[in-house]
């Protein structure tokens, strides 16, 4: 699939077939996640990926119910590794960590769109659950949720504003 075409046709996808994704199509996620750019190449960010279907229960209660974190067939934790702040200090931490899971959270969507399947980012979610159900460590920070799997729906596309309110050109 082109990949402005993948862009186009990526939606939020929030109702999902409950069946497991394949070998093949986790593996070309996790490439999708791992080539994404980071800042000064540190990559300085985990993914924690997520089959079992009692952590993605409390995955749903860290997340304030969102209930299509337990249907999706992965669910993937994105994480800021703390040794960024070494070489960017806080700026790293707060701002080119997430930027960089971002990056990859992005890539992963689109690979999924490549693939056939849905996603679907998710940001809301108390950090400090999500932390313990995961057993994540101190040095790393949840910023990032995407559920991906087999998707039930197939939502229309959102209507875009105008080019000329998004974008100004500077000579």
Known sequence: MDVL??????????????????????????????WAPSAGNLQARKFFLVTNQEIKKQLVKAAF??????????VIVGCVEEFIKYR??????NLYGPQDVAASI?????????LGLGSVWVGAFDEKKVSKVMGISSDLRPVAMLAVGYPKENPIPPERRPISELIEFVD
């Open 5 to 34: 075409d993948a862009i186009k046709k990526r939606r939020s996808i929030r109702a999902f077939e409950r069946k497991p994704l394949k070998e093949d199509e986790i593996n070309t996620i996790i490439d999708a996640l791992i």
């Open 88 to 93: 960017y200090g806080d700026r790293g931490l």
């Open 106 to 114: 992005q890539n992963a969507s689109l690979a999924a769109v490549s």
């Open 65 to 74: 119910n969102q209930y299509f974190l337990e249907e999706a067939g992965l």
